[in-house]
Nanobody, 123 residues
């Protein structure tokens, strides 16, 4: 069982930056692929970034590539998402997710996810 708690969302102007954090419980954090997905009203969930347990594999959706950076600290059981050059279309609830298998996180499948944190980008 993994419990995930996100923080760091908020309101920011277009072009601004935010840093999301996710704190994970459990002793097996490094064995999970971790990621962030977002969901805007009326839209399907979108996995925007993911990182494997060893940090060897990293994925970014085209919509955020070059603007967002995902990182993890296995010693501290934390996951982060640095978001730069934010756009109004980035407005959504952002969720931290964990899954045992790397391929599943790329298929928008999660074993665990947090309660989400709202990110709102004003134009």
């Amino acid at each position: 069982q993994v419990q995930l708690v996100e923080s760091g969302g908020g309101l920011v102007q277009a072009g601004g930056s935010l840093r999301l954090s996710c704190a994970a419980s459990g002793r097996t954090f490094s064995t999970y692929a971790m990621g962030w997905f977002r969901q805007a009203p009326g839209k399907e969930r979108e996995t925007i970034a993911a990182i494997s347990g060893s940090c060897e594999d990293i994925y970014y959706a085209d919509s955020v590539k070059g603007r967002f950076t995902i990182s993890r600290d296995n010693a501290k059981n934390t996951l982060a998402l640095h978001m730069n050059s934010l756009r109004p279309e980035d407005t959504a609830v952002y969720y931290c997710e964990a899954t045992r298998a790397w391929y599943r996180i790329l298929q928008d499948e999660s074993d665990y996810w947090g309660q989400g944190t709202q990110v709102t980008v004003s134009s």
